[in-house]
C-alpha cells in the first residue's frame, strides 16, 4: 500500500490539467490536419483505490512507444515547477481513457480507467518515486475533474495483477481532434438529447472542409445528450451517446468538436451528424470512447460557459 507522497507541494487543480494531455514538445500541433494514430496499449501496472462512496477504482497504468515522452528533469527541477505554479515548461502526452465497469477478484462490481503514457516515461517512472507520485497525483486529479469523483490518494499499487479488464487498442488523434478510445466493451451511461460542434460557430468554410455533398445526404444517427449535473445553472459536462448500428471500428470515424458545435461523419457514408450544443465546450479536453459490441459512440464533453444566444 502506499500513500502519495506528502513532500510533493499542493498544487492547484488548475495547474495539474494544464499538465495533462497535453502535446509534447516536437509532436504536430496542426489544428487543420487530421492527425491519427492507433496505439496498442502494453501493461504496465495497475494502482487500486477507493472513492469517497467507498466504492473500489482500479486505474491501469498502461504503456506505449507511440506516445511522445516528456522532457527528463530531474526530480529537484520537478518540485521546483510544482512550487512556482508555473506548468507552461513541462507537459505530459497520455491517452486517459473513459470509465468502464469491471468484476474484481472477489466478483465486486468496480470501475476501472486505462492510461497510456510513453513507454520511456514510464521506465522513469519505475526508477523514479517522486516521479511516479505525480504522475498519479496528475492522473486522480485528472480523473476527478473529469467525471465529478473523489478518489483516496491512498493507493495500492497490485503486485500480482498489471491491469484489470481488457486493453483495447485506443485511437489517438491530436487536437482539435478529440482522443477515440475502442472498447471492446463498455457500460453506457444514461444521456439526453442535445447537439454538438466544430470550430467556433460553425462556419461554412468548416462545414466545407468537413463534409462534403454525398456525406450531408447520409441518415443522421440516433443520439442523446445528457448534463451532468442535471441541476444547476450550468453543468460541469455533457455526455453524448451515439448509436452507430453497423460500424466496425473507431478508424472509420472521423469526430470534429468545436465551441459549440459537433460533427461526426464516417467511412463508409453509413452516418452524417451535424448538430449545435446547448452549451461552449472545452474543445481540447473532450474525450470519446467508441464501444465495438454495442455500437455506440460515447462523447465526454466538458462544459466551458454558455451559448450565445
Not at 21 to 48: H, S, W, Y
Not at 64 to 89: F, N
Not at 117 to 135: C, G
Not at 174 to 185: A, R
Request: net charge negative; with cysteine; charged share 25%.
Amino acid at each position: 500500500q502506499m500513500e502519495l507522497d506528502d513532500d510533493l507541494p499542493d498544487v492547484p487543480n488548475s495547474v495539474l490539467q494544464n499538465l495533462l494531455l497535453k502535446p509534447a514538445e516536437g509532436t504536430a500541433q496542426d489544428g487543420n490536419e487530421a492527425m491519427v494514430r492507433a496505439v496498442i496499449p502494453e501493461a504496465g501496472f495497475c494502482v487500486k483505490t477507493v472513492t469517497d462512496k467507498g466504492e473500489k477504482v482500479f486505474v491501469n497504468i498502461c504503456q506505449s512507444e507511440q506516445l511522445p515522452t516528456p522532457k527528463d528533469i530531474t526530480d529537484e527541477q520537478l518540485l521546483a515547477l510544482l512550487e512556482s505554479g508555473d506548468p507552461s515548461k513541462y507537459r505530459i502526452s497520455l491517452s486517459l481513457g473513459e470509465p468502464h465497469r469491471e468484476k474484481d477478484n472477489a466478483g465486486q462490481e468496480c470501475t476501472a480507467y486505462d492510461i497510456i503514457i510513453s513507454d520511456k516515461f514510464f521506465e522513469t517512472i519505475q526508477k523514479r518515486p517522486v516521479m511516479k507520485d505525480f504522475l498519479l497525483t496528475v492522473v486522480l486529479e485528472g480523473l476527478e475533474e473529469k467525471y465529478g469523483v473523489v478518489m483516496s490518494r491512498d493507493c495500492k499499487v497490485l503486485k500480482n495483477r498489471k491491469f484489470l479488464g481488457p486493453l483495447p487498442e485506443q485511437v489517438v488523434r491530436q487536437k482539435p481532434k478529440p482522443y477515440i478510445v475502442e472498447m471492446g466493451s463498455m457500460e453506457s451511461s444514461n444521456q439526453p438529447q442535445g447537439g454538438g460542434a466544430t470550430g467556433k460557430k460553425a462556419s461554412k468554410t468548416l462545414q466545407d472542409d468537413l463534409i462534403d455533398n454525398e456525406e450531408s445526404t447520409a441518415p443522421q444517427p440516433q443520439y442523446t445528450l445528457m448534463r451532468e449535473p442535471v441541476d444547476g445553472n450550468l453543468p460541469d459536462f455533457m455526455v453524448m451517446e451515439i448509436q452507430l448500428p453497423g460500424m466496425g471500428s473507431s478508424k472509420n470515424l472521423c469526430l470534429e468538436v468545436g465551441e459549440d458545435r459537433l460533427v461526426l461523419k464516417t467511412r463508409p457514408r453509413l452516418f452524417h451528424l451535424d448538430v449545435d450544443l446547448p452549451y461552449l465546450v472545452n474543445n481540447q479536453e473532450t474525450g470519446a470512447q467508441f464501444n465495438g459490441q454495442s455500437k455506440v459512440l460515447t462523447v465526454t464533453l466538458p462544459v466551458a460557459g454558455h451559448a450565445p444566444c
